[in-house]
């Protein structure tokens, strides 16, 4: 009698970090890699903040091991914030315009949604409060009253 007791297949990641700089460096336009280094340092520290369990752990093995330990290392917040107050915590963290923070965010979070692909992506939103979708690059859909 054989058994297949074969270690879990651990996801690689489809990115490398540089990969992932260069990706949002483009999407957004930033003059400097280390301008789009530091909107994904902010926006993925957010997300860390508000994202938990599962989607957590499965978005985390997504990514590459720099991106990945910088959403896990913060600490989920009891309250999760919508997109918008999402949008407002990550400007009044840096100082930056809102306008800006929300270019930053939507840079650094369409690359997360390629990364995720869609049928995590749409656990994570599934997941969130309302007004993320839009964040990753969809669109916002509402039940019907």
């Known amino acids: ?21 260069d990706k949002v460096r483009y999407e957004g336009v ?6 789009a280094e530091a909107a994904v ?13 599962d989607e957590r752990v499965e978005l985390a093995a997504r990514l590459p091991f720099e991106a990945a330990s910088i959403l896990t290392a913060q600490i989920p917040d ?9 949008v407002k915590d990550l400007a009044g963290r840096t100082g930056a315009t809102l306008a800006t923070t929300r270019w930053d965010t939507g840079s650094v979070l369409s690359t997360v949604a390629t990364l995720a692909g869609p049928d995590l992506l749409t656990r994570i939103l599934r ?16 039940q019907a009253a």
């Open 41 to 53: 340092r902010l926006v993925l520290s957010g997300l860390g903040r508000q994202l938990t369990g």
């Open 127 to 142: 997941h969130l409060p309302s007004g993320y979708a839009l964040l990753f690059g969809r669109a916002e859909l509402t």
């Open 1 to 21: 009698m054989t058994s297949d007791l074969r270690a879990p297949l651990q996801h690689q990641p489809v990115m490398t970090f540089e990969q992932i700089l």
């Open 30 to 35: 930033y003059p400097t890699r280390e301008r």
């Open 78 to 86: 009891t309250q999760p914030l919508t997109g918008w107050a999402f």
